[in-house]
């Protein structure tokens, strides 16, 4: 069963920055699309992130212009650098495997996870 290991989290103060990474077992990074999420406490987890297996990206409005996802598929590695971080960030971030969904959603809407969750990696960002 593939494993997904996320790290990289901390406290950090508003403005600052972090850099995500989750390695994976196996080749899943290199053969799937792979996404970012987070879930912040009361609320629903939400796809951040998504870099498709040819390489496009797909941000969330919140985002857009401060996080940006890449891979290593040789170290089976999704990262996701996070620059100009606001407390609205604060929450447990995940990776996963993505596909797409059926229907005409574009961006981040248009795909699902199907993979293992991991334990996720907690981010802070303080006011």
């Known amino acids: 069963q593939v494993q997904l290991v996320e790290s990289g989290g901390g406290l950090v103060q508003a403005g600052g920055s972090l850099r995500l990474s989750c390695a994976a077992s196996g080749t899943i990074v290199s053969i799937n699309s792979m996404g970012w999420y987070r879930q912040a406490p009361g609320k629903q987890r939400e796809l951040v992130a998504a870099?498709?297996?040819?390489?496009?990206?797909d941000y969330a409005d919140s985002v857009k212009g401060r996080f940006t996802i890449s891979r290593d598929n040789a170290k089976n590695t999704v990262y996701l650098q996070m620059n100009s971080l606001k407390p609205e960030d604060t929450a447990v971030y995940y990776c996963?495997?993505?596909?797409?969904?059926?229907?005409?959603?574009?961006?981040?809407?248009?795909?699902?996870?199907?993979?293992?969750w991991g334990q996720g990696t907690q981010v802070t960002v303080s006011s």
């Open positions: 870099i498709a297996s040819g390489g496009s990206t």
């Open positions: 996963n495997a993505l596909m797409k969904t059926f229907g005409s959603a574009v961006g981040v809407g248009s795909w699902m996870p199907f993979g293992s």
